[in-house]
Nanobody
């Protein structure tokens, strides 16, 4: 099983980035996909959730209207489109796969996003 994130980097405040997470080794289309982020000294924060049907989403209040989660089940990939980025969005972003039937959970290794002011 693997989840591999990419797309992080350094961007100026107000800019955009798109994160990708490619999954392998499990039935991607059956899993709830989420993005989390962690900043040193803070607890891990749930950023966005996307149900297997691809239509039901949920977002942290801090990113609503700026971030969009989506998935391509044919490519076993989940995305996080981030716009109007702020310095407080700086964090390591992780994708997570979760099965609501088996409760299995898989994590990626994370990708760093840094937003300069």
């Amino acid at each position: 099983v693997q989840l591999v994130e990419s797309g992080g980097g350094l961007v100026q405040s107000g800019g955009s980035l798109r994160l990708s997470c490619v999954a392998s080794g499990f039935t991607f289309s059956n899993y709830v996909m989420s993005w989390f982020r962690r900043t040193p000294g803070k607890e891990r924060e749930l950023v966005a959730v996307l149900m297997p049907d691809g239509g039901t989403t949920n977002y942290a209040d801090s990113v609503k209207g700026r971030f969009t989660i989506s998935r391509d089940n044919a490519k076993n990939t989940v995305f996080l489109q981030m716009t109007s980025l702020k310095p407080e969005d700086t964090a390591v972003y992780y994708c997570r796969a979760y099965s609501i039937t088996s409760f299995l959970t898989y994590w990626g290794q994370g990708t760093q996003v840094t937003v300069s002011s």
